[in-house]
């Protein structure tokens, strides 16, 4: 007695078979999609420059601890408002560096208003930045982290 045979592409196993390397191959071109439509900000032409400059960012560091700075920035709207103890600078530079993408980093001229620097941001999207505040003739430096969401952020050498 003959059993019923059905054709090839009548049986599920077969399209099952065929599904799994056929789901690989569109995930591996929407990956190539998404890689060639983004932008790797994060990779830096001047690797080697960049990497010898380390020794003149901690002497700038070491500066700041001698001088005993500290620094605390309060954001609000569109206007940061630093408060700087240790020294009276005439203006400084503070630079807010996003995390992964070098196109979303920010840097503001401060000049000293009252007790307070103050100075004026774009649209920051309450995303993290690692802050970076220095004196004018770039003899000192402060680090720390604001998270985007808190007002203030400390800054400290090395921070």
């Known amino acids: ?17 065929i599904a799994l390397p056929a789901v690989a191959v569109a995930a591996s071109f929407a990956a190539l999609g ?6 790797d900000g994060v990779v830096a032409d001047d690797y080697y420059r960049r990497g010898l400059a380390v020794n003149q960012v901690l002497r700038r560091e070491a500066r700041a601890r001698e001088l005993h700075l500290a620094a605390t ?11 700087l103890s240790g020294t009276k ?17 920010q840097s503001v001229a401060l000049r000293l208003s009252g007790q307070a620097y103050k100075g004026r941001l774009a649209g920051l999207n309450g995303e993290p ?7 004018a003739g770039s003899t000192w430096r402060l680090t720390g982290k604001w998270n985007g969401r808190d007002a203030r952020a400390e800054l400290a050498p090395g921070g």
């Open 73 to 83: 920035a309060v954001f609000s709207g569109d206007g940061v408002s630093v408060t």
């Open 89 to 105: 600078e005439a203006a400084l530079q503070l630079r807010l560096i996003h995390p992964t993408r070098s196109g979303l980093d």
């Open 34 to 39: 998404v890689a060639i439509a983004t932008d």
């Open 1 to 17: 007695m003959r059993e019923d045979v059905r054709p090839w592409y009548r049986e599920p196993w077969v399209w099952f078979v």
């Open 129 to 135: 930045r690692l802050v970076v505040l220095e004196d």
